[in-house]
């Protein structure tokens, strides 16, 4: 009898890891978002690949730093949150140089973003992180940022003149300004009732990533894609906890990043290509903008473009913008 209770306590021992250790994960946006569902995605092949040896907690709505999205990246370098999924806007305080990847009109298409973040420029700004203490596991999408706004349609830059527009960083109320919009910055989880009460007009955001599942619809009439701005996730882990693991787990947490990010990509492509019939569903009004519109915003927002790039250092934006042109 001994022996066999003995031989079952050898059996659960096997299935069980001793202690699974608890990661917390932070993300800016709300539970509903393809942000959520790839950190959610990154906990369950993170258990898969270790047997259930971590545990990964997401908390939405940047909980973990008192609702402060910008917050979440300086907490993560310090070790006082493990893991953060966010975008490139927001680090632009820790780390200027990341807003390279959201200077206006710098991509034309998917291919060319894709070619930055799997570049020399991704590498850069993976470098960059590190000395802010975040080790980049995997690039992710937030997306194409896109105006709407309860007011009219935006269709030139003038039309965007004197709107109350919330935004998420420093470098986009430098480009609401060229546009002569009256931009302030404001925590993305405050938008929503600030746009049902009036006290801004309109935001930018992705369609697939943000616009859709956050139900902006509800409080926004019209909507131009006008591309102005990319703007990808990243998935990073605290520097201290990565260089406390070993070799064998590195690999685990990064193939279960790698495949999550993968994912989460591909369900905000998705989402979004099929976003603006949706939206016209939904009672929105697409103004689908033409080249010209486009190159007038472009030469428009040319003198924020200038001025970061002198912020963010010559060299640097070379590496986005050969990567962004290269065919
Ligand atoms: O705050 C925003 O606009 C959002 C949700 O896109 C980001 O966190 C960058």
Known sequence: FTKMALGLTTALALCLPASAESLRLSHNTGDTTTWQQGAD?????LAAETGDEYEVRVFPNAQLSGGDQMKQAEMTGRGAIDLVLTSAINVTPLAPEMAAFS????????????????????????????GHGIRILAWGENGFREVTNSKHPIKSP??????????????????????GANPQQMQWTETFPALQQGVVDGQENPIGAVIIPQRVYEVQKYITPWHYSYDPLFLGISKEKWDGLDDETRAQFQKAADEAMAYQIEISREA?????EFLKEQGMEVYEPTPE??????EATQPSFDKWSEQIGADIVKLFTDEASAQ
Do not use: H
Request: aromatic content about 10%.
């Open 41 to 45: 995605k990154f906990a369950e092949l």
């Open 103 to 130: 200077l206006p009109y710098l991509y034309a298409d998917y291919d060319a973003v894709d070619r930055t973040t799997a570049g020399k420029a991704g590498d850069k700004m993976e470098e960059i992180m590190a």
């Open 158 to 179: 003038e039309d965007m003149n004197g709107l109350k527009m919330r935004v998420a960083g420093p470098m986009y109320i430098d480009v609401m300004n060229d546009l």
């Open 272 to 276: 979004t290509a099929e976003g603006l």
């Open 293 to 298: 519109d486009l190159a007038a915003f472009k």
